[in-house]
Nanobody, 119 residues
């Protein structure tokens, strides 16, 4: 079981940018696919973006194309989500996930970090 810890959630205004980070204390993420999921109030959790262990990126949602990017740093043992041009509909709890492959359902999730986009 991989313990994932997210950080970076905040209250921001529409149009702002925010960067989320995720790490796994005491566990190496290098050989895992890493992803970001989100769950908005009253909705099911959905995948956002995933990056394979080799760096191949898979989009899991059309709603963030051109605005969000995912990256990983195997030296720092982190995965990040850069979110630009944030919209109120991006408000959600964002979860980091890890598994052998990118998929719409993955086996390990963190506890999440809250992103609120509001004026």
């Amino acid at each position: 079981q991989v313990r994932l810890v997210e950080s970076g959630g905040d209250l921001v205004q529409p149009g702002s940018s925010l960067r989320l980070s995720c790490t796994a204390p005491g566990f190496t993420l290098e050989h895992y696919a890493l992803a970001w999921f989100r769950q908005a109030p009253g909705k099911e959790r959905e995948g956002v973006l995933c990056i394979s262990s080799r760096g191949q990126i898979t989009s899991l949602s059309d709603s963030v194309k051109g605005r969000f990017t995912i990256s990983r740093d195997n030296v720092k043992n982190t995965v990040s989500l850069q979110m630009n041009s944030l919209k109120p509909e991006d408000t959600a709890v964002y979860y980091c996930a890890a598994d052998l492959l990118c998929d719409h359902r993955m086996n390990n999730y963190g506890k999440g970090t809250l992103v609120t986009v509001s004026s």
